[in-house]
């Protein structure tokens, strides 16, 4: 059980409740993920509004749906049930509530390109040391952020979220709600221009996420990108670059870089205090040599040996569609055929 449905009231407020002694054992917004003891939050969306699926998600085995005002009437029999003005908003404020119970230390990942495969390098690195929950594919939204939280549990220590935006402000509203102690940037790039308009536009709703970090807290930055040190300025967190050979005291950069037939990057990595690791990437692609480097410093500032950062990039999973190689009989096939940008494509 994650929590009652009169637990929950006291965080969202509803205007109209039924069932406060309902137990909750998941959390799902899709009327095809719930399962037996879940809340189904009720949302309306630019093709269609969960409230029209109420009757599906309590056939499922839903305990209790979270709805809008005015949509009670949608529910049959005695169903449990919380009504509020706003769904989505009550979900954040339930999450960052359930977050608030455990003590984990929370890493966000943000940038144009590799999020995702970011966010799992890096959760293959530390889960060498750290019982780690990630973000699942890309749930990198208000609605994905929330979702990925409830399913944090006691034995969690480190929780790697994919932290993405549509408009400015985005960022923003998660980092407040959610309170990452560690932000990582994989790079600024030209996507979503129909919404910022500019590449300086995007730079600063990536700076968002940066801004709401702690001063104890951990500034990852690529120090390649030439945005990274506008960022570094804006963040009151202290800051680590890797990618860059130049950086002081202590560099984190990749060398003598080459691809095997199949194009997975094997590299020297500048470990601190340690020297040089042997890595050997297990997806294709020169440029995930970045995303590598990124989870080797999110290590670094956390105390892990180097052993382990090896241990962990040669065995991370990444998501699925990513520079994933498919033997079909005699036919090899390079699946990147997950929704992405051009500057991602390319």
């Known amino acids: 059980m994650l929590f009652t449905l009169g637990e929950l009231e006291t965080v969202v407020k509803p205007e109209r409740m039924r069932g406060a002694s309902t137990k909750i054992t998941g959390v799902a917004a899709d ?43 949608r529910l049959s029999g005695d169903a449990a049930y919380l009504a509020v003005s706003d769904p989505l908003h009550a979900l954040g404020q339930a999450a960052a509530w359930y977050l608030s119970r455990f003590d ?60 993405g935006m549509r408009k400015p402000g985005d960022l923003q509203y998660l980092a407040e709600l959610f309170r990452p102690s560690i932000g990582v940037l994989t790079n600024v790039r030209e996507s979503h221009l129909e919404f910022f308009g500019s590449i300086k536009n995007i730079a600063q709703a990536k700076s968002e996420l940066f801004e709401a970090l702690p001063p104890e807290g951990w500034a990852i930055l690529n120090g390649e990108d030439p945005w990274s040190l506008r960022i570094a300025s804006q963040t009151p967190a202290r800051c680590f670059f890797y990618n860059d050979s130049e950086a002081t005291p202590n560099p984190l950069y990749a060398t003598d870089i080459a691809g095997d037939a199949r194009e997975r990057p094997r590299f020297k990595l500048w470990y601190p205090d340690e020297g040089f690791l042997s890595i050997r990437l297990p997806i294709a692609g020169r440029h995930h040599v970045a995303n590598a480097l990124a989870a080797g410093a999110c290590a670094y500032v956390l105390g892990m040996p180097g052993r382990e950062v090896m241990h962990g990039l040669s065995g991370f999973a990444s998501s699925e569609g990513r520079m ?22 390319r």
């Not at 998600?57 to 005015?70: C, D, E, T, V």
């Not at 530390?126 to 929330?146: A, D, W």
């Not at 994933?324 to 494509?345: F, G, I, K, Q, R």
């Open 104 to 163: 984990v230390t929370l890493i966000g990942v943000t940038g144009s390109v590799g999020k995702t495969t970011c966010k799992d390098m890096i959760a293959g690195v530390l889960g060498q040391r750290f019982s780690v929950l990630k973000t699942p594919g890309s749930y990198n939204t208000e609605i994905g952020m929330p979702l990925t939280v409830f399913r944090l549990r006691d034995h969690h220590q480190i929780a790697v979220m994919e932290m």
């Open 31 to 73: 009327s095809r993920d719930v399962g037996p003891g879940d809340l189904f939050v009720a949302l309306a969306g630019e093709r269609t509004d969960g409230h029209l699926y109420l009757d599906q998600a309590f056939a499922q085995g839903a305990s209790a749906a979270l709805i809008r005002s005015g949509e009670d009437h």
């Open 324 to 345: 994933e190689w498919m033997e079909l009989e005699s036919v090899l096939v390079l699946n990147d055929a997950y929704n992405s940008s051009p500057t991602s494509c």
